[in-house]
């Protein structure tokens, strides 16, 4: 078990996406690992076939559990980790993967970590998204972009992460120890059951953040219903869901237990601050320094809630656009966001600006 | 022994019976500018004194106010003695009364500013060996000087600059006789009972070595050497206000040093070497030493090539500097560095593969990562090129696009090149956990490499690189355990000086720090031992050429002015003024500096040696002229822009 790493990857019937998992695996430069597939109900054939095709290179590191029928992501995690028996563990899910040194890199860094900080029990690396969609049996790459790129030094903080998720699976590893203490996986969590499980972790223990983007999140927008698509993206109302309701469930505990009353949560007020800060930016600098402020709050603007008028949005952000005096500049500056971070970041950066606009004294 | 003397002093000494010698400036001189940068340099040597913590403002105003306390006990001395000649003691005498300070204070700062005097002298060798042959002519000889100092103080300068009695010495402000007045001139007749036409007097001042003495009868030579010959030919402008006298005070007066007494120095690389990269380098050198002396590591390590000089004299002075870490010359270069390093995926640090002037096409590019075209041919096109033929210039973001899409090859490709190096990185890492590194600098890269293939085996090594300076996206190499120090600009702060480097002045900086080898290509096991393997490039070898040149001006430079640096405390004078006269010839070159030091050239690309182009190309009359089309792309792909403009005017 001496600095073995427990590798446990989930699927369901992504035989292509599989393939790549295992191939990051076996790639790793660090060689001392066990890799559990739990086959969470997908065909057991193909998933034999694919780990029998990789026998030579896995040199009997790969094991695999199949599931008669699903019993649910987390539930699989479980299962995977109890046979792992391993003193590291990672969760590498099959449509996700590593640079060749990642668990190199990530092993010796929490080991160093952990030797001076004892508490530090895990390590994410940085990552990027991979944007990709599913040819021909084949996953073609179509643009990468960081992912929460302001996530890239000193430690997770528990406070942010209890906002939103700081990071994806595929980044995280951590010492196997901690199970004693922080438990496994919920199993009752079809989603999100990784963020939960981070918030039980970080609220025992650290996690060092390794500045190095040696993980790849890979998301498939376009394949919305087929088995390829990301649980994000293609059940993003269940997500929605279940964030409130582990919100509520901590917040009922916390009111059970004494923690906080019922009158000190109705006493709090959004902060207005980081919205005061960029009106005053505005009226001093316009919309320069605005920009310049977007970037720092990237992980916050996910959180805006995009009010549901688009027509009524499109005319008002016309009507603005043509009354800044510089439609040019401002045109320029959509096409150079659009050809730097994509569609859906520009997008969120407009949506932002209007609210901010909507929130302006007239 | 004499052949070299000039020849109407020669006559004029055959001639005579008494010779005549003005001391300062004349048979020696002070290495710095202008007599008050001694005080410059007094305020910075007593800036690490107890005097300093007591007293800061009197440390800091010292040299306007050693002045002023000359002037008032001239006046105060001509008030009651009718003649403003004095001595030393009465101008710390007056110093007492102007900073409020006691005997002991003022007596320390006057034994430091007398240790100083000695410490930035040196012999005239044209007016020392004009004294040498006059003793050899059995002339009698005297010195005459108006001076504070004592005639034991004034002798004891001499003395260390190797002139050395039979002489009489005569000095105003022990005698209240002067040449200014030339009372000191009938004095001197007096005393050796000669006639005022068998007197030939030597000195550098036109009235009190010239006029006056004519005056009364006396052959008088106007020596005047410096003034006309060689302060024209420095390079670093005179009228400019330098925030930091005592240093630039300090870079003229050696390079007057070193055009006095070397020949060499007509040499324009040569020249250039000293009068311009010395500072440069002596600078960086002496901040790079201060680190280490309050940072200690285990080891320094200098990067091939550009820190090659750097190694040179880190071997050669770190001891006299008090640094005893001991320092390794190590073979890396970006090409084997690099690409092997790719453990993650940095698109910042990925994009200086492909960066350069010179257009290459796409299947170019993808061969410096061994990836082949045609296994990505699909990538290609949806980047949005034709083919693998396509031209990609930098900053194609149809390039980015197409790196991002294939980033699991590259990361491959770079895994199976990292062997080798890695071998290497671990056998001169050895077991220090302190190690320092020393480069020219820019963008961190190569100790964003060597750290992350470090980190593959060790992750108890704190990295400390000292480098010229930084860019912003020095940032894409911040990694745990590493820190990044730099001389001149840091993160591209000060901007204005991040221009000037960013339009010419790390290229020639480049040039200058060539290493006299060829650049590191690989590596081979010898015996257990990692070898490096070096190009031969026979362009290379004439850009090595001018280099050696370069650096051999640059280290007279150095090896002149160690003696007062050691003298003044080398922790007093760190300072990036050291780089001024650099930054001058960056900003604003001669046409000489622009004609020979455009012709350079540079090497294109991070991780191609052979692909060079000119600094600042000389573009056809016809095209300068118009300033059209062709002479605007010529602009923007010139290194060095300043000299550009200046070659194509």
Partial sequence: MNGKVGIITRTKNRPVLLKRAIESVIDQSYENWVMIIVNDGGDQIAVDNLVRHYEQGAKNRINVIHNEYSLGMEAASNIGIKAANAEYIAIHDDDDSWSPEFLAIAVAELKQAHASYPRIMGVITMAYIVYERIESQQAVIERVEEYNPEINTGLISLEASLIDPQFAPIQFLYRSETLADTGLYREDLPVLGDWEFNIRFLSKYDIFVIPQKLAFYHHRQHDLHSTYGNSIFARRERHEFFRQLLKNEWLRKDLESGATSISSMASRRPSPRPIASLQQDWAENGMEAVLAHLDKLSNRIAALEWRRRPIRNFLQLQRLWLKSGRPLHYLFRFIESVRRQGVAETMKTVKLWLDIQRSRPT | ?649
């Fill in chain 2, 1 to 649: 022994m004499f052949a070299h003397l000039n020849p109407i002093y020669q006559k004029a000494v055959d001639q005579a019976e008494l010779v005549s010698f003005d001391v300062f400036d004349t048979l020696i001189h002070r290495m710095v500018f202008r007599p008050v940068n001694v005080f410059n340099l007094l305020a910075k040597r007593l800036g690490s004194t107890d005097i300093a913590l007591h007293h800061p403002r009197l440390v800091a105003e010292l040299p306007l106010l050693r002045e002023q306390c000359e002037m008032e006990a001239r006046e105060r001395h001509f008030r009651h003695f009718d003649t403003h000649e004095i001595a030393l003691d009465d101008i710390y005498a007056a110093l007492r009364e102007a900073a409020g300070i006691d005997d002991d204070m003022s007596g320390q700062i006057m034994d430091a500013e007398l240790l100083l005097e000695a410490a930035v002298v040196y012999p005239n060798p044209g007016m020392k060996a004009l004294y040498e042959y006059a003793l050899s002519k059995e002339k009698q000889v005297v010195l005459c000087s108006d001076m504070y100092l004592s005639a034991v103080q004034i002798k004891g300068l001499l003395e260390k600059a190797g002139i050395s009695p039979p002489f009489e010495l005569f000095v105003s402000g022990e005698l209240k006789k002067s040449k200014h007045e030339g009372s000191m001139f009938e004095l001197v007749r007096e005393h050796f009972g000669i006639a005022s036409d068998k007197i030939v007097h030597f000195g550098d001042n036109e009235h009190s070595d010239f006029v006056s003495p004519s005056t009364k009868g006396i052959q008088a030579h106007h020596f005047d050497l410096v003034q006309k010959h060689t302060e024209p030919r420095l390079r670093f402008p005179l009228s400019a206000a330098y925030a930091e006298p005592a240093v630039t005070g300090l870079i003229q007066g050696a390079i007057k040093n070193i055009l006095l007494v070397d020949n060499e120095a007509h040499d324009f690389w040569f020249d250039i070497g000293a009068q311009v990269f010395g500072p440069l380098i002596l600078g960086k050198f002496i901040w790079l030493a201060n680190h280490l002396r309050y940072h200690p590591a285990d080891k320094v390590l200098f990067f091939a090539r550009d820190a090659a000089l750097m190694h040179a004299l880190y071997e050669r002075y770190a001891g006299d500097f008090g640094v005893d870490i001991p320092g390794e010359y190590v073979y890396f270069s970006r090409a084997t560095l690099l690409v092997p390093s790719f453990t993650e995926l940095n698109l910042e640090r990925l994009w200086h593969v492909f960066s350069g002037r010179a257009n290459r096409t796409v299947k170019t590019h993808l061969s410096r990562l061994d990836i082949n075209p045609h296994l990505v041919r699909r990538e290609i096109l949806e980047a949005g090129f034709s083919s693998e033929n396509d031209l990609a210039p930098a900053g194609d973001l149809k390039m980015f696009d197409l790196l991002c899409r294939i980033y699991p090859l590259i990361l491959q490709a770079a895994s199976r090149r990292r062997d080798a190096v890695t071998g290497y990185v671990r056998q001169v890492a050895g077991d220090s956990s302190r190690i320092a590194m020393v480069d020219i600098g820019w963008v961190g890269n190569m100790q964003g490499s060597f750290s992350r293939l470090l980190q593959l085996s060790r992750t108890d090594v704190e990295l400390t690189g000292y480098y010229y300076g930084t860019l912003e996206s020095v940032s894409a190499n911040y990694l745990p355990r590493n820190n990044f120090h730099s001389y001149l600009i840091s993160e591209s702060r000060p901007p204005n000086r991040a221009e000037s480097l960013l339009n010419g002045g790390v290229e020639l900086m480049e040039f200058f720090h060539t290493a006299q080898h060829g650049t590191t290509l690989g590596y081979e096991n010898i015996n257990g031992t990692i070898r490096p393997i070096l190009e031969n490039n026979p362009e290379d070898i004439e850009f090595q050429r001018l280099a050696a040149r370069v650096q051999q001006g640059a280290m007279r430079f150095v090896q002149t002015v160690m003696p007062v640096v050691l003298s003044v405390g080398a922790e007093n004078l760190v300072s990036t003024a050291w780089a001024e006269p650099f930054f001058r010839l960056v900003d604003n070159p001669s046409p000489e500096e622009a004609e020979l030091l455009g012709d350079l050239t540079h090497s294109d690309a991070a991780t191609d040696t052979r692909n060079r182009l000119p600094l600042a190309e000389k573009l056809d009359a016809g095209i300068a002229r118009r300033k059209g089309a062709e002479y605007q792309a010529a602009y923007q792909q010139a290194y060095w822009k300043s000299a550009f403009k200046i070659r194509n005017r």
